[in-house]
């Protein structure tokens, strides 16, 4: 299972720095383009834009605190995920994205000083973002449903065969 979560952490972040070199090279020098659109309503554009801060563009100009912060994060996250990797194959995916988006994002703090983001949602004044920003918001996702509807059966199962091993010593 460790060898498939680390050959899908690899995959999403070559995907992120595929994207973000493309970006870079074609999107930077025109700016803005269509991507998906209904008619006139526009849904996604791919806008090029150096995001030298965290989500939303706060802590904007921190960069070795950004790359600190995110490097704990990611490391933190690798050693969580061969903690938990046979607990859940949910949960360590959740973990590997988010190992992912870190480390696709670390690339570009360490190269750029800013993390090129690409996909503007245009229905709402929304953040721009990139491939690594998506698996981060998924991994979040997927944790806080592992947290509520996961993990508790997984709780009350254990408390069950805890009980029924009890039960079983107690007839012996």
């Known amino acids: 299972m460790l060898i498939i979560l680390a050959l899908l952490v690899a995959v999403l972040v070559g995907a992120d720095q595929l994207v973000k070199y493309w970006a870079v090279h074609e999107l930077k020098p025109v700016g803005t383009m269509d991507f998906i659109r209904i008619g006139d309503f526009k849904i996604f554009d791919l806008t090029y834009l150096e995001n030298d801060g965290a989500i939303f563009g706060s802590m904007s100009g921190q960069r070795w605190f950004l790359i600190g ?59 721009i973002f990139n491939v690594a920003d998506i698996c981060v918001t998924f991994a979040f996702i997927m944790l806080i449903w592992y947290a509520l509807f996961i993990d508790p059966k997984i709780e009350k199962a254990k408390k069950a065969a805890e009980a029924e091993s009890e039960k079983a010593e107690e007839n012996e």
Do not use: Q
Not at 92 to 118: C, E, H, K, P, Q
């Open 69 to 127: 912060f995110t490097s704990l994060v990611v490391l933190a996250g690798i050693v969580v995920l061969f903690k938990v990797h046979r607990r859940s194959k949910f949960l360590s995916t959740a973990i590997a994205l988010f190992i992912a988006g870190g480390i696709g994002n670390l690339i570009d703090r360490f190269r750029f000083a800013y993390v090129v983001d690409m996909f503007e949602f245009k229905p709402f004044k929304f953040a």
